[in-house]
């Protein structure tokens, strides 16, 4: 089955086109929050009716297929910004109706979830998924497709947004978490002792104390802190992904699954990846992270889930609505 897939959750504009086994897409990501320090609501909704459109037609145009070929249409409805969520679900409904090609809304996490099978078919239920970006931490027991249980979420802060804020705070160009990493080899991940939250208590994370620890010290000592930045930052990167793994290796002792799949845009972090390398062999345990290119919100997971929905005869209504909030949990075959 041909499945469209569209993506307008929060700052990325993404399209794809997926058919089980080829895949055309195409992702960018907007640079007009970078002078506000944070994704702004209003601007991101603007951007995605200015680029969807335009990467619709790049990827038809670079696939050779024809809109008429397509037979089905999945969309991103949730969770995520509301007025980008529209954008998106908008335009996906609209070629619906006037295609006749069926429709189908996707929860943005379980597009997370599953991204791995667009480069790894044979990952297979059950596995542990570690969702975990700007906006979301979250530890997923994945008993099978459609069937999850929230085993572990972050009670404040998402690991990325500690990144990406204190980043902001030491003068760097948001989102700041990929250049923190960058920075972050040639550093001293040791040099500061900032908090590890919750390290040893359960399975949810906290990093908002982590936050507040690195900003009381800056103003205690900015012009310091400052001129120590690399080293600083580092040491942030250093205390969240200690936690991130931690969190992990104890989730698989719980609950004996020794497949991890781990997504979103920090399973880009290189220093996550090497703690993850180093803690599933200790553990002995199967750690699979996506290719860079899938780390970041994408339109092709959501084409993936919405390819196994519409396959299993799941078809949503035209008036489903955007859902800022909407859970792993109360995901349901006939929910709308």
Excluded at 217 to 227: G, P
Aim: with cysteine.
């Amino acid at each position: 089955m041909l499945v469209l897939g569209i993506e307008t959750s929060c700052d990325e504009t993404s399209v794809a086109l997926w058919d089980g086994k080829t895949l055309t897409h195409r992702v960018t990501t907007q640079d007009v929050h970078q002078a506000w320090g944070g994704v702004v609501p209003e601007l991101a909704s603007r951007d995605h009716q200015r680029l969807i459109l335009p990467l619709l037609k790049e990827v038809f145009a670079e696939s050779g297929i024809s809109l008429s070929e397509v037979q089905g249409i999945a969309a991103t409805a949730g969770p995520g910004l509301v007025g980008a969520l529209l954008v998106g679900l908008n335009v996906a409904k609209g070629l619906s109706l006037g295609f006749g090609i069926p429709f189908i809304a996707i929860n943005h996490l379980e597009g997370h979830l599953w991204v791995h099978q667009l480069e790894n078919q044979d990952i297979v239920p059950p596995f542990l998924g570690l969702i975990v970006s700007g906006g979301h931490t979250e530890l997923v027991k994945v008993n099978d497709f459609g069937n999850y249980e929230v085993i572990g979420q972050t009670r404040d802060d998402a690991a990325g947004e500690a990144l990406d804020k204190l980043g902001v705070l030491f003068g760097m160009t948001f989102p700041a978490g990929a250049d923190i990493d960058k920075m972050s080899q040639e550093a001293n991940g040791r040099a500061y002792n900032f908090p590890r939250a919750m390290i040893r208590d359960g399975l949810d994370f906290s990093f908002s104390g982590l936050k507040t620890a690195v900003r009381m010290q800056w103003e205690r000592d900015r012009d310091t802190l400052f001129a120590d930045r690399t080293d600083v930052l580092a040491s942030v990167q250093e205390a969240v992904m200690e936690v991130l793994a931690a969190k992990v290796t104890k989730a698989v002792e719980q609950t004996g699954i020794t497949t991890v799949c781990i997504s979103g845009g920090v399973a880009a972090n290189s220093r996550l990846r090497e703690l993850m390398a180093i803690a599933a062999e200790e553990s002995s345990y199967r750690v699979v992270f996506p290719s860079i290119t899938f780390c970041t919100d994408n339109a092709a997971m959501i084409a993936l889930v919405g390819q196994k929905r519409l396959i299993a005869g799941e078809q949503s209504p035209l008036d489903f609505p955007a859902k800022p909030g909407w859970t792993l949990e109360s995901l349901h075959p006939t929910a709308g």
